[in-house]
């Protein structure tokens, strides 16, 4: 069973930025898997924010490019995101999940963790 | 950008009856690299389906998606009390998109 399981804080302000970590357990981040980054404010939708490769190689939503970056640390099996210029506009709820790949070629997410709230305000 | 444009925005349907739930692209969805989430209040989404029509891991045979190209559609049949819940679906041919959602109510 593939857990993940995100942490950071619940309580950024306007204008700085947010880093979450995620701890995979269950697997391994090397195992040839994506992972994922995806956010859902308060009684909306999801949105996808970007994922990572066990190599470093990224991918990132158009729209949050410019203030996001993914990391993946190898050593203790997790992978972080750092999202810059925080607004009220980013209070979400994020997820952190495993997107299921072939042959390197990132495919559908199979596994999420349960969320953590972050809420944007002074 | 593929926009997914899902409808009905609330089904009411009783225990019993069928759900049929649509996803339709803004353009054609390659290798039919479509998948489906449930998402209960106050939970993560959980994978129904993926590459349109194939069913994740434990999901019941009364999940069944269907289509191509950009018209897809996620039916339940005989809804069980545990069903009702907000369906999305997902592309990732080009990017990532999700649909905005589908909420299945008791009616």
């Known amino acids: 069973q593939v857990l993940l399981q995100e942490s950071g804080p619940g309580l950024v302000k306007p204008s700085e930025t947010l880093s979450l970590t995620c701890v995979v357990s269950g697997d391994s981040i090397r195992n040839g898997h994506w992972w994922s980054w995806v956010r859902q404010p308060p009684g909306k939708g999801l949105e996808w924010i970007g994922e990572i490769y066990h190599s470093g190689t990224t991918n990132y939503n158009p729209s949050l490019k410019s203030r996001v970056a993914i990391s993946v640390d190898r050593s203790t099996n997790q992978f972080s995101l750092k999202m810059i210029s925080m607004t009220a506009a980013d209070t979400a709820i994020y997820y952190c999940?495993?997107?299921?790949?072939?042959?390197?070629?990132?495919?559908?997410?199979?596994?999420w963790g349960q969320g953590t709230l972050v809420t944007v305000s002074s | 950008e593929i926009v997914l444009t899902q409808s009905p925005g609330t089904l009411s349907l009783s225990p019993g009856e069928r759900a049929t739930l649509s996803c339709r692209a803004s353009?054609?969805?390659?290798?039919?690299?479509l998948a489906w989430y449930q998402q209960k209040p106050g939970q993560a989404p959980r994978l129904l389906i993926y590459?349109?029509?194939s069913r994740a891991t434990g999901i019941p045979d009364r999940f069944r998606g269907s289509g191509s190209g950009t018209d897809f559609t996620l039916t339940i049949n005989r809804l069980e009390p545990e069903d009702f819940a907000m369906y999305y679906c997902q592309q990732y041919d080009k990017s990532r998109t999700f649909g905005q959602g589908t909420k299945v109510e008791i009616k």
């Open positions: 999940a495993r997107v299921y790949s072939m042959v390197v070629a990132p495919l559908n997410f199979d596994f």
């Open positions: 353009q054609s969805v390659g290798s039919n690299y």
């Open positions: 590459a349109a029509s």
